[in-house]
Nanobody, 124 residues
């Protein structure tokens, strides 16, 4: 599985960005696709996950109500719409793919394919 993230940039607090992740490879329909982020000096943390075949979504509490994860199966693209951005959202954002059980998908160790990351900077 190959993942290519894009869409990061510099935005003021309160603004919006949409991240994209182009997905290709085997068993895409069977996978769960997640977004993680890593701020400087911090561990990589879970942001959101979606079942590629549809239906289930899950968000970290810190982004619930502000971020929306979605996917376009015709374009094989994963998205993360980020609204009401805060300076604490500043991080490198990564897309990732997993075949793991739904209950385990906040754990970055359950993802075995990762994109290269796209940097998001939110200024105050």
């Amino acid at each position: 599985v190959q993942l290519q993230a894009s869409g990061g940039g510099l935005v003021q607090a309160g603004g919006s960005l949409r991240l994209s992740c182009a997905v290709s490879g085997e068993r895409i329909r069977d996978r769960k696709m997640g977004w993680f982020r890593q701020a400087p000096g911090k561990e990589r943390e879970f942001v959101a996950v979606i079942r590629w075949s549809g239906g289930q979504l899950y968000y970290a509490e810190s982004v619930k109500g502000r971020f929306t994860i979605s996917r376009d199966t015709a374009k094989n693209t994963l998205y993360l719409q980020m609204n009401a951005l805060k300076p604490e959202d500043t991080a490198v954002y990564y897309c990732a793919a997993s075949l793991g059980a739904w209950s385990t998908l906040r754990d970055r160790n359950m993802y075995n394919y990762w994109g290269q990351g796209t940097e998001v900077t939110v200024s105050s």
